[in-house]
């Protein structure tokens, strides 16, 4: 079975914006995910710079955008993903 994808932006602006509290994303998962998901770190993902995007920190879960992301908005969305 593939893994959803989950990229986390670490640039500077998402970084101190809450990027850093969820690089402990793994952690917050429930158990029946973990092996579904697989999460990684984006040096940028460079929606800062578009107009209209939202606000940091921004995650990627497959190809849907987390503006203003928080664990908890991460981890709904990657239990709506999957079902």
């Known amino acids: 079975m593939e893994k959803l994808t989950v ?3 670490t640039g ?3 970084y101190i914006m809450g990027g850093s509290e969820l690089q402990l994303l793994g952690d ?3 158990e029946s995910l973990t092996d579904r998901v697989e999460i990684r770190g984006a040096t940028c993902l460079d929606f800062c710079n578009q107009e209209g ?3 940091a920190p921004f995650v990627l879960v497959g190809d849907e955008l ?3 992301a928080t664990v ?3 981890v ?3 239990k ?3 079902g």
């Open 7 to 9: 990229r986390i932006c």
């Open 12 to 14: 500077t602006l998402c």
């Open 28 to 30: 917050y998962l429930p």
């Open 53 to 55: 995007k939202g606000k």
């Open 66 to 68: 987390v503006t203003g």
């Open 72 to 74: 908890a908005k991460v």
């Open 76 to 78: 709904e969305t990657i």
């Open 80 to 82: 709506q993903k999957l």
